[in-house]
């Protein structure tokens, strides 16, 4: 599991491309989550970015794991790896947004 602080590196609003989506209201979380799949390895990747109201980033996740899954299959590990992340950091998330529609209805 990879963690990284963007907290010491940002220093500002600008970002080199737009994260989809709207901030959430005031004092509210948002957990942007996605999955991916790697055929040629049977790798798969989950990784995360969780942002406050000012879209401000407060940390990102990634892992990648080996097997086969189904797309569905991989979208809801990622979705479950980073609720648990979240909780182990504190995150108090009160929005999720994914790509994976029939996993977070």
Same mark, same amino acid.
């Given at each position: ?63 990648? =794991?080996?097997?086969? @899954? &189904?797309?569905?299959? /991989? *979208?809801?590990? %990622?979705?479950?790896? !980073?609720?648990?992340?979240? =909780?182990?950091?504190? @995150? &108090?998330?009160?929005? /999720? *947004?994914?790509? %994976?529609?029939?996993? !977070?209805?």
């Amino acid at each position: 599991m990879g963690l990284f602080n963007f907290g010491a590196l940002y220093n500002g609003p600008s970002c080199s491309m737009p994260w989809p989506g709207l901030a959430p209201p005031a004092g509210s979380l948002k957990l942007n989550v996605d999955g991916a799949i790697c055929g040629e390895n049977s790798t798969i990747g989950l990784g995360a970015l969780v942002r406050d109201s000012d879209d401000f980033p407060l940390g990102c996740f990634a892992k990648s =794991l080996a097997g086969f @899954f &189904s797309f569905k299959e /991989v *979208e809801a590990l %990622a979705i479950s790896y !980073v609720l648990k992340w979240c =909780l182990e950091l504190g @995150f &108090s998330v009160s929005f /999720v *947004e994914s790509d %994976a529609k029939i996993i !977070v209805n």
